[in-house]
């Protein structure tokens, strides 16, 4: 456990050092927060409301989808990839706790970096500039209630641990495939439509809907963005965070099956 | 600025023949370039049925400027790949710009011969098919004037965009930290031209009208081509002045440039 | 040879100051003419501390590099000189001068009678380059495709081409992997590739940095060869950069040294030998309690006092430092293994920093060492 602390502790670190790229990355969020949110206004145009979601509640949800850019690693993430085709894994797989744990342990102090001071930064620039992308009167929506915050934060963590489970299987495919690289990229191209990321996954026809239900992108950025919006009631609440659960565990099972089959064919291949 | 197009074919021959040594790798990099620009659009159209339109224009019209902006920049993509900011900065940090300087032919020529992002070429096919489902969709009235400027919009766009390029290669000379900022501006801009300026606040129209006049590129001359009226009151001549305001922007980064050279060859790297 | 380029059967004569036949209108001025050059560099020091990145923002200190101070040199056609200097020395900034990569600070700096950095595409049309850690050809292409398109890069004629083209497959034996891609050649193969490439337009000048390293000692030999060749036949002028003595040894007669930007040593090598490099290194293991006794070992009579000395001792491993021109050291290793069983033996050559810092430790140079440069330990920085 306490190996685990300390690669969380160091990964935390490393992010936090990259300053000026740090800067760059945060004036295309806004930037890109902004064009979105200017579209959303013009789409809502004389409407008050579409499925549900205020026009307030629209641009809010323009400033969240670039809050989970960082954390949920929604452009990119190679890095085991990375690591079993450079051969490193060789090594990582002799350490002590298992290889989806300690990329977990990783990951956690990487998305905690990110959120620090790229998801907060943008939130709160969100929240200060809310007169610049919206109506005049608009206000950034916040979750009402204490329980409502609690939900939203358990849904943050799950949200994280589904991401990182999917993203952790796509990778896996490295074992098997030298060209990992373009699996892995296929299946972020279609998370980005299915999580809810380009636009709430309510704004879609329904068939749509359900078809991305199949997959456990939605259990991700659309998950969070509906529960921290208010638009689900209680008990829907509570079966969305059930739905979250659900898909991690299932992936976590997917990710350790895999991983076995990928280890016991590289160990056979001789690396 | 003189770009030999003999030594260029050979050079460009080159590196497409070592793209496809990497066969697998270019189709896998083929379909999800060509994936990502059909999801993004469909993404588009599924929410613009849901609403209507948007800024009351229509799908069709919508679709004309997306499809036309993202042929324009995906074609800069591919044939300027060289000049992609981030590529650049790799080049010059890995000493490869210095082998450039070493041999003699053009800079520009070499870089721009170096790389060849042939895998897009699937979206410059879609963002003229949608273009053309657009213009079908909005009814568009053709005259010979309008099918004649056509063209010299799309040069402009990739001029615009090549500009662009130029500038961000040009920055990596003093550092690579700025690159992700010219993001903002590449695909940002993209994306911004993508939709009818109008719905945008006036401080943001402002911004890409008088500082960077992305405004001229694609939004006036779809008014143009959709017999519009200007909801913004700007000058008749508006719609027209596409190919020069790409044409500028390039003059702009091209002084950058040779500006950036003469400190790369003061300082090394 | 029939070579139709008349200024090399007057360099073969070994005299590049031969008559001029004055039907030929040949310059046999310096090729390469250097004169107090120098290159500065403002390097930007960041503060120390914990608020240092704050007063980085507000305040910026500079330190001055002199990568190059006041360094003079001339080289005629024909030369094949090695150009000498422990790493951070200023080699490659000269280099980067020489061709026309880096602006010169102060100086004078002609090559073939241009400035380098003014006429970028005339000069380099001119200059051949290898740089033994990076290659200039088509890393995922087969050589025999770069080969070809850098004819069209440096516009050779054809036939020129083929007959240069012919002379280096035989000379490098090319054939072997010509028609490989240049991502699977071995280092040697891939050095040699880059030779024939750097030649194959007929240079006068040739830059060569660090052309042998890493490579074995069979490989070493082939390119050494080949550019001894190169030199003599086709009357190259050919300017090798390296760390590497026994490069310089097999291959220069003249030597240039340069440490800290400044030009130490210019002149032949058998005068640098003379002078400061003449001691070779015995290391010896020896039984963990023998004694090693020097006066008493069978060496041949009439040596110099302190041809062989002991330099160092650790536990079983002893450091004899001999002079090369008083005895060899199969000759020394006899009378040692007479005298105590001999473990283990390493012969070592006195590498250029050590030459260096014998240039500097005997002061035997005017100017060059008198100064204390060790005052802060700045040495020119490699900006590369």
Not at chain 1, 38 to 53: D, K, P
Request: aromatic residues 10%.
């Amino acid at each position: 456990m306490r190996l685990q602390l300390e690669l969380v502790r160091l990964a935390f670190r490393r992010h936090l050092a990259y300053r000026a790229a740090a800067l760059a990355g945060l004036a295309t969020n806004f930037f890109f927060g902004l064009l979105r949110a200017a579209v959303m206004v013009a789409l809502y145009g004389e409407r008050q409301e579409m499925q549900g979601v205020t026009l307030e509640a629209a641009i809010t949800y323009t400033g969240l989808s670039q809050a989970v850019i960082g954390p949920l690693a929604m452009f990119s993430w190679l890095e085991v990839t990375r690591a079993v085709h450079s051969g490193e894994v060789a090594s990582d797989l002799l350490k002590p706790m298992g290889y989806y744990g300690f990329w977990l342990a990783r990951d956690v102090g990487r998305a905690l970096a990110t959120f620090l001071w790229r998801s907060v930064t943008i939130l709160l620039a969100y929240v200060f500039m809310f007169r610049l992308l919206a109506p005049p009167g608009a206000k950034f929506v916040l979750p009402e209630s204490l329980a409502q915050w609690l939900a939203v934060v358990l849904a943050c963590c799950l949200a994280w641990w589904v991401s990182f489970s999917w993203r952790f299987l796509a990778n896996v495919s490295a074992f098997w495939s030298p060209d990992a690289r373009g699996i892995v990229r296929l299946a972020f191209i279609f998370s980005w439509f299915a999580s809810g990321f380009i636009m709430p996954l309510r704004f879609y026809p329904d068939w749509v809907v359900e078809l991305c239900m199949l997959t456990p992108f939605p259990h991700t950025v659309n998950s969070i963005v509906e529960i921290y919006l208010g638009l689900l009631s209680g008990p829907e609440i509570l079966a969305t965070l059930g739905l979250q659960l659900a898909w991690g565990l299932a992936l976590c099972g997917a990710c350790l099956l895999a991983l076995r089959a990928g280890v016991r064919r590289l160990v056979i291949l001789g690396g | 600025m003189i770009v030999e197009l003999g030594l260029y074919r050979r050079m460009l021959g080159a590196t497409v023949r070592s793209l496809m040594q990497h066969r697998v790798s270019f189709f896998m990099q083929l379909i999800s370039a060509t994936l990502i620009t059909l999801v993004e659009f469909g993404a588009l159209v599924l929410v613009l049925q849901r609403f209507d339109g948007v800024g009351g224009w229509s799908i069709g019209e919508v679709a004309m400027l997306y499809g036309f902006v993202a042929a324009s920049f995906k074609l800069l993509e591919t044939v300027g790949a060289g000049f992609d900011p981030h590529d650049f900065g790799d080049q010059v940090r890995l000493g490869r710009f210095d082998q450039i300087l070493l041999r003699p032919a053009g800079l520009v020529t070499q870089v721009l011969a170096g790389k060849f992002d042939l895998h897009r070429i699937g979206q410059v096919v879609e963002g003229f098919v949608i273009f053309g489902v657009g213009v079908a969709l909005a009814g568009v009235v053709w005259t010979p004037e309008k099918l004649a400027y056509l063209p010299l919009v799309f040069v402009g766009q990739m001029a615009f965009f090549a500009g662009l390029y130029l500038m961000g290669s040009t920055i990596t000379f003093w550092t690579v930290d700025a690159i992700e900022a010219m993001n903002v501006l590449t695909y940002g801009g993209q994306e911004m031209m993508s939709y009818p300026m109008h719905i945008y606040q006036p401080w943001l129209r402002r911004t890409f009208t008088y500082f960077i006049p992305a405004i001229f590129l694609n939004y006036y001359p779809a008014l143009y081509l959709l017999d519009r009226p200007d909801p913004l009151g700007m000058p008749a001549w508006a719609p027209f002045i596409a190919p020069l305001v790409g044409l500028a922007l390039l003059l702009v980064a091209w002084r950058f440039w040779r500006f950036g050279l003469r400190h790369y060859q003061s300082t090394g790297s | 040879m029939n070579d139709p380029r008349p200024d090399v059967d007057m360099l073969r004569s070994g005299d590049a100051k031969a008559e001029v036949d004055v039907d030929m209108e040949v310059d046999i001025g310096p090729i390469i003419s250097v004169d107090r050059l120098s290159k500065h560099f403002r390097v930007r020091r960041h503060h120390r501390g914990r608020l240092g990145w704050a007063r980085d923002l507000v305040t910026r200190e500079h330190t001055l590099v002199r990568a190059v101070d006041e360094v003079s040199f001339a080289i005629r056609p024909g030369e094949l000189v090695g150009y000498l200097g422990p790493n951070g020395a200023g080699k490659s900034t000269t280099i980067k001068m020489l061709t026309g990569l880096l602006v010169p600070t102060g100086g004078e700096l002609q090559v073939a009678g241009r400035l380098p950095w003014r006429e970028r595409r005339r000069h380099v049309a001119g200059l051949g380059a290898v740089f033994g850690q990076r290659t200039t050809l088509w890393w995922d292409l087969p050589v025999i495709q770069s080969l070809e398109l850098l004819r069209h890069v440096y516009r050779v004629p054809e036939k020129r081409w083929r007959s240069n083209l012919d002379d280096f497959r035989a000379l490098l034996d090319l054939d072997v992997f010509i028609d490989t891609p240049v991502r699977q050649l071995s280092l040697g193969q891939r050095m040699r590739a880059d030779l024939a490439a750097a030649l194959l337009h007929d240079p006068p000048l040739l830059f060569l940095d660090e052309p042998t390293i890493g490579l074995d000692v069979v490989a070493k030999d082939r390119i050494r060869r080949f550019i001894r060749h190169v030199n003599a036949e086709r009357g190259t002028t050919v300017l090798l950069t390296t760390h590497d003595l026994s490069d310089v040894e097999k291959l220069c007669r003249r030597v240039m040294i340069i440490d800290r930007g400044k030009l130490l040593y210019d002149g032949s090598l058998a005068d640098l030998r003379a002078r400061f490099g003449g001691r070779r290194e015995l290391v010896v293991d020896l039984a963990p309690d023998a004694e090693l006794d020097l006066a008493a070992l069978d060496l041949p009579p009439g040596l110099p006092p302190g041809a062989v000395e002991i330099a160092g001792r650790e536990g079983p491993r002893w450091r004899l430092a001999f002079e090369r021109d008083a005895l060899s050291a199969s000759t020394l290793i006899t009378a040692l293994s007479a005298q105590v069983p001999v473990r283990d033996l390493e012969v070592r050559e006195p590498d250029i920093e050590a030459t260096v810092r014998r240039i500097y430790e005997e002061r035997l140079l005017e100017g060059g060492g008198a100064e204390d440069e060790g005052a802060d330990g700045m040495r020119g920085v490699e900006v590369s």
